[in-house]
């Protein structure tokens, strides 16, 4: 009996213990892709000739694929055991199937396409990789574009993720698609984007373009296992992300669908400093969320995508809610609505909360950035991106030092006239978050110790019965 005792409560104790620890980190694997003594590299500078490639804000995408391939292809001579090509060195148009030929002609060990990115709204940010849909090539890509977007956000770049996208013809991108059928591992690497504020400054000028190169052939080093003794580094032992050369990666898979849930509910409205604080909780079944934005007229127009919190492309993972203090500009009574983006620029808008009354912003001299400021540090946003704080400010509740916030700032519970309650305060939204998490745990508790006491008490009936009837026995 008392063997049995243990043995259960040990299992409760396991299961607690499991339900307070944090996920492990994605696993660590060798490369999946066999190759020779030698690597054989093909680098693919994107455009050329005629096809510019993208020309927004004065950029030419075929001079600036040129100069990366170039200080891709000088650091990676400088690495044993590998030799290195160009599809072109000069201002030659070719199609993708030439482009794939050429590599096939090297007998490649792979290809990679440098190209810069615009998008048609001009909203998004970041890199990110596309990568053959087709086992195992598609294994052998997620495992080099995890280097290539870690490097990136290294860097200071937001990172987009690994990703497929499939057409008509099997793999959308006729690179891709070209090189698989020769048999040949390819994929397109996309650096930043030439058209968005804040990542114009990552390719502003050929020396910045260079450095996106030197980071490329590192990744590549990296991925192959390489070694330089120029460079004084060795990367035989180094592990890449887990993957399945018979499968295709779950975390580059395309999603088609919008974000499933995106909900808003007021924290609070300091009507005279001028700051609307929201709770947003949004999830996406089938992909990290990546950006959000909000409207203060009810959908109808809306502010720059900022960087959702917490997300990583890579692991699949965000922060399903956040604190959003919203600065308010004066005599505007918002409707707010907050839209959610997944990694492929699918969104979903959340309910609206409309205003019971104008933001007057009059009682003092403070900024919105001073107010939200005095609510605690930042969060939410990945190291290197910055957003428009004057404007807008994603605040950790975990953050908030109740001592640095007066009465004053916070505000008592505000009232219609039917006395229903239209405002909670910060400490009690935090006092209630801390609340329903205790209230979690010691439910937890309370039912592995009920479940223990039934099964004493169901192994004491059991030993009373036999040992009644071993009496009459």
């Not at 709204?121 to 052998?140: I, L, R």
């Not at 996208?165 to 040949?184: K, M, P, Q």
């Not at 999830?283 to 969320?289: G, T």
Request: net charge negative; with cysteine.
């Amino acid at each position: 009996m008392h063997y049995y005792i243990r043995k259960f409560a040990g299992i409760c104790i396991l299961a607690l213990c499991l339900a307070l620890t944090e996920p492990a980190p994605a696993a660590r694997a060798a490369r999946l892709q066999e190759t020779g003594e030698k690597i054989v590299i093909v680098i693919d500078p994107g455009h050329g000739g005629d096809n510019l490639g993208t020309t927004e804000n004065d950029h030419e995408e075929k001079h600036m694929t040129m100069v990366t391939a170039q200080a891709m292809y000088d650091e990676l001579a400088l690495y044993e055991n590998v030799e290195v090509h160009l599809t072109r060195t000069g201002d030659q148009k070719l199609s993708l199937k030439e482009r794939a030929e050429i590599a096939a002609s090297f007998d490649a060990d792979f290809l990679f396409s440098i190209h810069y990115n615009a998008s048609e709204t001009h909203e998004s940010f970041g890199a990110e990789a596309w990568v053959s849909t087709v086992a195992p090539y598609n294994a052998y890509g997620y495992q080099f574009g995890c280097e290539f977007l870690k490097n990136m956000r290294e860097m200071g770049l937001l990172v987009r993720g690994v990703k497929t996208r499939l057409g008509d013809r099997g793999d959308y991108y006729g690179i891709i698609r070209e090189s698989v059928a020769l048999e040949i591992p390819a994929m397109i690497l996309e650096h930043c984007h030439v058209d968005e504020k804040r990542d114009q400054s990552f390719c502003s000028d050929d020396a910045k373009l260079a450095a996106f190169g030197k980071a490329d052939a590192d990744a590549v080093a990296k991925y192959f296992g390489l070694k330089s003794s120029a460079l004084g580094v060795d990367y035989s032992d180094y592990q890449l992300a887990e993957a399945d050369e018979s499968a295709v990666a779950p975390l580059t898979e395309q999603d088609q669908t919008a974000p499933d849930v995106c909900q808003i509910e007021l924290i609070r409205a300091d009507y005279d400093a001028g700051v609307l604080t929201l709770s947003v909780s949004a999830a996406d079944y089938d992909s990290a969320l990546l950006y959000y934005s909000y409207s203060l007229d009810g959908g109808n127009t809306f502010g720059p995508r900022e960087a959702w919190p917490e997300s990583d492309t890579l692991t699949g993972s965000y922060s399903d809610t956040f604190i959003l203090d919203i600065a308010v500009p004066a005599g505007v009574t918002p409707q707010v609505v907050v839209r959610a983006y997944n990694m492929y620029d699918f969104y979903s808008n959340s309910n609206s909360y409309n205003s019971p009354q104008v933001f007057y912003n009059n009682v003092s001299q403070k900024t919105s950035a001073d107010v939200i400021g005095s609510a605690g540090a930042v969060s939410g946003k990945p190291e290197g991106v910055s957003g428009n704080n004057s404007v807008q400010q994603v605040i950790s509740t975990e953050d908030i030092s109740k001592e640095e916030i007066s009465k004053e700032e916070i505000g008592a519970e505000l009232r219609d006239e039917n006395q229903n309650i239209l405002m909670i305060p910060v400490d009690a939204a935090i006092e209630e978050t801390s609340a329903k998490s205790q209230f979690s745990l010691v439910k937890l508790i309370l039912a592995c110790l009920l479940s223990l006491v039934l099964l004493s008490v169901v192994i004491f009936i059991f030993q009373s019965l036999a040992d009644r009837n071993r009496r009459k026995r």
